[in-house]
């Protein structure tokens, strides 16, 4: 069974500083996705990062996959009052192990608090 | 404008009380999928369609039922709904090949 980890699962921070979200995975995966979701909020599709080595970048976010360490980070530079969400990773299983239902499992999210 | 349209956004029922959302999308895309969203679970998946005719469960299934006759409906059906139902849905579709989903706005449902 596929688990998706993701931590932390709350983190504060303050503008201007930089952190970093990680998400595990524990089965053999090429491609992961990033959402973003304010309160009471749809999912917003940040990132779609497809293979090994993958970095994506847009404004104060970066992603990136490590699929031989099953890692991907959210990277968040000079934080700003405006990112403040609940940020999700979710992975598929790779297609020849479930052909059939493209589904993502998702981790629990982390809850992105930044303080002005 | 491309996207997945859910209805209603808010619904309160009773126990017991025969209830469908509706799921629509305008991408002729083959696949579609229902998740509920619960505090500290995260979200999973209840069930799925490839295609027009093809459904299947997904992890959380008990309690609902699903069709597909359409392309672009997809609509969860509560026979019998109990407050243990009581969730955040999302109803999300995507192309074949797994490009990640487009997620419809959400339906907040409460079971009394």
């Known amino acids: 069974e596929l688990k998706v980890e993701q931590n932390p699962l709350f983190l504060s921070m303050q503008e201007g500083k930089n952190y970093t979200i990680y998400c595990n995975y524990s089965t053999t995966s090429d491609r992961l996705y990033w959402y973003r979701q304010d309160p009471g909020k749809s999912l917003e599709s940040l990132f779609v990062l497809l293979s090994n080595g993958a970095v994506k970048q847009e404004g104060r976010l970066m992603a990136s996959l490590d699929t031989k360490a099953r890692l991907s980070t959210l990277h968040i530079t000079a934080a700003v009052h405006d990112l403040s969400a609940t940020y999700f990773c979710?992975?598929?299983?790779?297609?020849?192990?479930?052909?059939?239902?493209?589904?993502?499992?998702f981790g629990t999210g982390t809850r992105l608090t930044i303080i002005p | 404008e491309a996207q997945v349209t859910q209805n209603p956004r808010y619904l309160i029922t009773v126990t017991g009380k025969k209830l469908t959302v509706t799921c629509s999308q305008n991408m002729n895309h083959e696949y579609m999928s229902w998740y509920r969203q619960d505090p500290g679970l995260g979200l999973r998946q209840i069930y799925y369609?490839?295609?027009?005719?093809?459904?299947d469960k997904g992890d959380v299934p008990e309690g609902y039922k699903v069709s597909r006759k359409e392309k672009r409906n997809f609509p969860l059906i509560l026979e019998s709904p109990s407050p243990n139902q009581t969730s955040l849905y999302f109803c999300?579709?995507?192309?074949?090949?797994?490009?990640?989903?487009?997620f419809g706005s959400g339906t907040r449902l409460t079971v009394v």
């Open positions: 999300a579709s995507s192309r074949t090949g797994n490009y990640g989903y487009t």
């Open positions: 369609s490839m295609n027009v005719e093809v459904t």
């Open positions: 979710a992975v598929d299983l790779a297609l020849w192990a479930y052909f059939g239902n493209e589904k993502l499992t």
